[in-house]
């Protein structure tokens, strides 16, 4: 099986971040299994790409470097937090600014997040971005 790396991550769309609009009550969003964990598709600005779906998690929404771009509107901003990683890794990280997002076809507007530069996943089969 070839891997593939997933191209960025949401966080928490299940459980009503404070700054994330929630969806219109009664759309249903896909929700797909790939090598038993929960993926989504996500629509950043004109951009369309797999997540993996954190429930559990408080930010809304971490991207990678690649996906801060014009197309997706998603901008970096200049301050930084420190996150801790499941394996209990400090990371210092920029917050972001996603101006159009969307999960499945429900579309959330803006939300804020992290820069995720470390950090990543391989899973499934076939290359991604």
């Known amino acids: ?14 459980c009503g971040a404070a700054s994330m609009a929630a969806p219109a009550q009664g759309q249903t969003v896909p929700v797909r299994m790939i090598d038993g964990l929960p993926v989504v598709s996500v ?4 951009v369309t790409a797999d997540f993996l779906l954190d429930t ?7 991207v ?4 801060i771009t014009p197309s997706t509107r998603v901008a970096e901003q200049a301050d930084t937090i420190r996150t801790i990683d499941a ?3 400090v990371h210092e990280v920029h917050r972001l600014r996603a101006e159009s997002v969307a999960l ?6 803006a939300l804020d997040g992290l ?3 470390r950090w990543g996943l391989n899973i499934g089969e076939g290359a991604a971005p």
Do not use: D, N, Q, S
Not at 43 to 46: D, I, N, P, R, S
């Open 87 to 89: 394996a209990g890794a």
């Open 43 to 46: 629509t950043l600005g004109a």
């Open 104 to 109: 499945g076809v429900a579309a959330l507007g």
């Open 115 to 117: 820069v995720h530069y």
């Open 56 to 62: 559990g998690a408080a930010t809304a929404i971490t």
């Open 64 to 67: 990678p470097k690649p996906f």
């Open 1 to 14: 099986m070839t891997e593939r790396r997933l191209c960025a991550f949401l966080f928490a769309c299940a």
